[in-house]
């Protein structure tokens, strides 16, 4: 009898630590998610630089969509549904673009940090998970802009210290 008590004690105790360790809080899974996603990615295909910009235009609305359970534009992977084509058009998009992100992202609260937002850019996740996800996103694709300007002798303006 002495050896069933221990051995159901033990059992019971290994599925309470199992359990313990699948639990992920809420806070950590929302941002964790993105670094395994970084930690996993795949570095395929090149755009040019206007593919980029029209890209991450796209993306800042996709995210910020779905913070706002709206449906997001399709197919930002090749610059979504914008017919902007010029340098002054593609600027306006991406300047509106983080316009309106901007002004979703500032009504993120401790009280609606949490909530959960899904769809096709972001899956499941929270409104601070998908905002961190956009700025995440955001900088990736500067980094690599300005990588692209380097490469073809332009000082990007933010190191030259000519940002407005």
Same mark, same amino acid.
């Given at each position: /009898?002495?050896?069933?008590?221990? @051995?159901?004690? *033990?059992?019971?105790?290994?599925? $309470?630590?199992?359990?313990?360790?699948?639990?992920?809080?809420?806070?950590?899974?929302?941002?964790?998610?993105?670094?395994? /996603?970084? #930690?996993?990615?795949?570095?395929?295909?090149?755009?040019?630089?206007? #593919?980029?910009?029209?890209?991450?235009?796209?993306?800042?609305?996709?995210?910020?969509?779905?913070?706002?359970?709206?449906? %997001?534009?399709?197919?930002?992977?090749?610059?979504?549904?914008?017919? *902007?084509?010029?340098?002054?058009?593609?600027?306006?998009?991406?300047?509106?673009?983080? *316009?309106?992100?901007?002004?979703? /992202?500032?009504? @993120?609260? %401790?009280?609606?940090?949490?909530?959960?937002?899904?769809? %096709?850019?972001?899956?499941? =996740? =929270?409104?601070?998970?998908? $905002?961190?996800?956009?700025?995440?996103?955001?900088?990736?694709?500067?980094?690599?802009?300005?990588?692209?300007?380097? /490469?073809?002798?332009?000082?990007?303006?933010?190191?030259?210290?000519?940002?407005?």
């Amino acid at each position: /009898m002495k050896r069933v008590m221990l @051995l159901s004690a *033990a059992c019971l105790a290994l599925a $309470s630590s199992a359990g313990a360790q699948e639990r992920v809080d809420p806070m950590a899974a929302t941002v964790a998610q993105w670094f395994t /996603m970084i #930690e996993n990615g795949q570095f395929t295909g090149v755009r040019t630089f206007a #593919e980029q910009v029209k890209h991450v235009a796209c993306a800042n609305y996709a995210f910020f969509n779905e913070v706002e359970h709206k449906e %997001p534009p399709a197919q930002c992977e090749v610059g979504g549904p914008s017919p *902007a084509r010029t340098k002054d058009e593609l600027m306006q998009y991406l300047s509106e673009s983080f *316009a309106y992100a901007g002004q979703v /992202m500032r009504r @993120l609260t %401790p009280a609606n940090a949490l909530d959960v937002v899904e769809g %096709p850019y972001g899956g499941k =996740t =929270t409104r601070l998970g998908i $905002s961190t996800l956009a700025v995440w996103h955001a900088t990736d694709h500067y980094g690599q802009l300005v990588v692209y300007l380097r /490469m073809n002798g332009i000082v990007p303006p933010a190191s030259a210290g000519t940002v407005p």
